[in-house]
Structures are given as C-alpha cells and as structure tokens.
C-alpha cells in the first residue's frame, strides 16, 4: 500500500467509503472496551495474592524490635527502606518509605517547597514570584494536574530519542529564576517509552540553573517494569551524579510498588540528599506520626530481597509483554504503511505513544469512543490539556484482556486511517 501522501482523490474516496462501513459495524457490536489508564490486569494483581497471609497473627515486629502495629517510624521500616535503597541502588540512610502512592509523595513534595524555604534557598518558591515547571512533551497528566492545581505555570520541553531535550532545558533553567525544577519520568517514560541516555542524565545533574532552589522531580515508576528482564533499560543513578557535580540537593527521586504489588495498597519511597530528607523531616511531623508499617511489613515479608522482586517482575512481563506485542504489530501492520503515523515501541513501561496526522487525533479519540473504545483524552499528555499539533494519543494495553485489546486495536486503526484520509481529502479540496 503506498503512503497516504501519495493516493488520489478517487483512492481516498474509495477507501474513507470502506472505513465508514467498517465504523458501523464496531458502532452495531456495543462494545464497552477501556485502554484510558495504565492499570494492572487481573491476572497481574492475582501476582501478588500472597500478601494476604504474608503475616502470621503474631507477626508485626521490625527486625529492630519495633512493635508496627503502633505509632512511629517517620522514616519507614529499616528492613522497607533497605529493600528500595537495593532497589535503586543507593544507601538505606538516603530513603524514606512513607505512604502508599509515590504521586501522593509528589504532590506533597510540591506544597512543601511552595510553603517553606529549601536547603540553599532564603524563601519559599511562592514568596520568590510565580513559579514555572519545565515539563517534557510529551509527558504524564498527573503530573500536570499537580502543578495546575497549585497555580504552578508550565513550559513545554520537547522530548528527543534520548530524553528531553537539553538544549532547551539548559536554556530555560540557565536564564530564569522562577524555574524551580521539571518532571521526569527516566526509565520508560509516560507515554514515549524512551530511558533517558546517559549523558542526558549527566547534564541534568550538572547544568547550570538561575533558580539554586531548583528541582528535578525524578519519577521513577517503571525503572522495574522491563519486558525483557535479561536486558533491562536503566540510568545512571541520579543522587550520585548530582553530588559528584556539586548538586547534591537537586534531585528528589520517587518510586513504589503501585504496579508490582496491587496499586491502592502498595508502598512508597522518597530518596534525597540528607539536607532534603531533613527538611522532608521537619514539616512531616506536622503531618503525621508515621506511616503504615504494617503494610510495609506484609510487603517485606513477601517481596523479601531484591531476588524475589526480580522473580514477581519476571510474572508481571510474561503477562505484559503479549498485549504490547499485540499493540505493535497492528500498528506496523495496519498503519505503517499509511505513511501518517509513528510511535516507539517500548521495552518496558505501561504506555504506547502514537503520533497520527497532525490535527486529527481528537477526531480520532471521539471516532473510538463511537464505538465504545474509550482512550485518554486527547491533549492530556501536554500542560492544560493543549496539544499544539493534535497528534499525540496515549495506548495503554495493560488492562484489557488480550481478546478485546485485539478488539479495541482493530476500532483504532479504522479510526486513525479514517480521521487521515478525511483530513487529506479537506486539505486537498
């Protein structure tokens, strides 16, 4: 099939005349298909059944003695925080494991730089002006709505094959102040896919910013989510980098087990720079009296070591990996040669980003939702919700089962080739 580029008036015809039928014809079969969020499956969540008996009745002391089913412990379980230092590669003293949602750390993390003064500031981010985030493009929506919720400006950075891109972010940070940190999402970003490159990482850690309060909000939610574990994507451990480059205090990396475990009851880390820990520390105890221990405990007891998360991770790739092979062959089959679309195929993550004609992706978002096919928003993977080229769409197989993603693939490739040829056919008329 030559490119869509290429055809005639009359081909386009033909074939936007070919779609049509076939869009009845999801329309007749009622579908009520959903590939809106990256949520764990059933079978994914049974993975982790054992955490109900993980605990004997008798069993709720940490190995330091400590009685979790009490008051205490700010900074987590020793045994909890030395399982996410393993993790992550760095030291027990440098981690907190607190709640039970890294997003919940995030947005915390957010209001408390905005209230009070951080190590190596005199005020507050709020007491300074209006604040702006870098955010790269595209990016996570959650992400977006913490900073909108909080009256937090936003500026889009592009995202290359390697990461942001960071001519752009150098610049910005360099020259201005108000600029006091940017998302990221390293390893398996959402939606692209795409692991940051070394070098990337290294003029993160050690470029100059205009803001000596700024900070990277290093989301690392899928630095364990490889589908092929034998040959896992990965950064260079950002802490380290940034103190080697005399930016101790820049990084602040979030992580949990919401997709390792069962995502409303999992644990959730911090890791900093002590001077940000401590400061974490002093406005946390106006918050709490510490987090839930028990939960950290029944985690530890069946997680047990680094091995046995590798092992459950293996499961979780084996489960995974068949829907994204799914998601790819349709699009190299049924849009590749269209010529009008292009997206990554990822080595880990919970995301596809495909990239349509310009101008058509919110067509095609409400053409699937016609035939009960429901996708993100479209737009939702840029600040406010604005796409300047309405291209972007986010695929998110993980949750169906792989009869209907097959089904949900099938309506997506009629209704991105259809929103493409109409499109065409205007632009040409």
């Not at 955490?51 to 190995?63: C, I, T, V």
């Not at 510490?290 to 939960?295: Q, R, S, T, V, W």
């Not at 985690?299 to 990996?321: E, N, P, T, W, Y």
């Not at 992706?361 to 406010?384: E, H």
Request: hydrophobic share 40%; charged share 20%; glycine share 8%.
């Amino acid at each position: 099939m030559l490119s869509y580029l290429n055809w005639s008036a009359d081909q386009i015809d033909k074939e936007i005349q070919t779609l049509q039928e076939q869009l009845q014809k999801f329309i007749a079969m009622k579908l009520n298909l959903n590939m809106t969020r990256g949520k764990p499956c059933s079978e994914q969540l049974a993975l982790s059944a054992g955490l109900h008996d993980s605990l004997g009745p008798q069993d709720y002391r940490a190995e330091d003695g400590t009685d979790c089913r009490n008051y205490g412990g700010l900074d987590g379980l020793p045994e909890a925080r030395r399982l996410f230092a393993g993790l992550l590669g760095i030291k027990q003293d440098q981690v907190m494991v607190l709640g039970n949602s890294s997003l919940n750390l995030m947005y915390d993390m957010m209001v408390r730089c905005l209230l009070f003064a951080l190590p190596g500031s005199e005020k507050s981010w709020q007491q300074q002006g209006r604040v702006r985030f870098l955010c790269p493009v595209p990016g996570y929506d959650r992400h977006f709505t913490v900073c909108a919720s909080l009256g937090i400006e936003m500026i889009p950075v592009s995202m290359t094959a390697d990461g942001p891109d960071m001519d752009q972010v150098e610049a910005l940070a360099g020259a201005d102040p108000l600029i006091k940190g940017m998302w990221a999402v390293p390893v398996y970003s959402n939606p692209d896919g795409i692991t940051y490159s070394e070098e990337t990482c290294r003029r993160l850690a050690a470029m100059r910013t205009a803001a000596p309060d700024f900070r990277l909000f290093w989301d690392n939610a899928y630095f364990m989510h490889h589908f092929n574990p034998d040959r896992p994507e990965t950064t260079p451990e950002m802490l380290a980098l940034c103190a080697a480059a005399g930016n101790a205090n820049r990084t602040l990396t979030f992580a949990s087990t919401s997709k390792v475990t069962w995502a409303g009851s999992g644990m959730a880390c911090i890791a900093a720079s002590q001077d940000n820990l401590d400061f974490i520390r002093r406005h946390m105890t106006a918050q709490t009296i510490g987090p839930d221990k028990m939960n950290q405990l029944r985690h530890v007891r069946f997680l047990r070591d680094q091995a046995g998360v590798a092992s459950l991770m293996r499961l979780h790739a084996a489960i995974l990996k068949p829907k994204f092979n799914l998601v790819a062959n349709y699009l190299e089959e049924q849009l590749g040669p269209t010529g009008v679309c292009r997206w990554n195929n990822p080595g880990g993550g919970y995301f596809f980003s495909l990239m349509v004609l310009p101008g058509t992706a919110t067509r095609v978002v409400a053409l699937c939702q016609t035939c009960g096919v429901a996708l993100t928003p479209a737009g939702s993977t840029w600040p406010y919700g604005r796409d300047p080229e309405d291209s972007n769409i986010r695929l998110a197989p993980s949750f169906p089962p792989l009869s209907e993603l097959e089904t949900a693939m099938q309506v997506i490739c009629v209704c991105v080739r259809l929103a493409a040829l109409d499109k065409l056919r205007t632009q040409a008329g």
